[in-house]
């Protein structure tokens, strides 16, 4: 998952904030801008495109006994995978 978001912000960062045997928290600052200007050609919010994201990585995250959450607060994506 952490690759996945590195290469979303390949002009931005990518960074664990917190890492424990069970956890990982990461933030993923200036994510993919391009991507944010693209979507209002379609008519999608970034907010909708999130939802459309967050889908099928969190029923992948339940079918392997973990939770995945995302966040977008400022510009930045806030990321936390953990084992249930």
Same mark, same amino acid.
């Given at each position: 998952m952490l690759y996945v978001y590195v290469t979303f912000a390949p002009n931005g960062t990518v960074? *664990?904030? @917190?890492?424990? @045997?069970?956890? *990982?928290? =990461? *933030?993923?600052?200036? =994510?993919? #801008? #391009?991507?944010?200007?693209?979507? @209002?050609? =379609?008519n999608v919010t970034f907010e909708e495109y999130l939802k459309f994201f967050d889908f099928p990585i969190s029923k992948l995250a339940e079918y392997m006994g973990s939770t995945y959450t995302q966040k977008d607060t400022d510009g930045n994506l806030i990321v936390t995978i953990e084992k249930k």
């Open positions: 960074e *664990i904030t @917190e890492q424990t @045997e069970n956890k *990982i928290q =990461f *933030i993923v600052k200036n =994510f993919y #801008p #391009p991507l944010r200007q693209s979507l @209002e050609v =379609f």
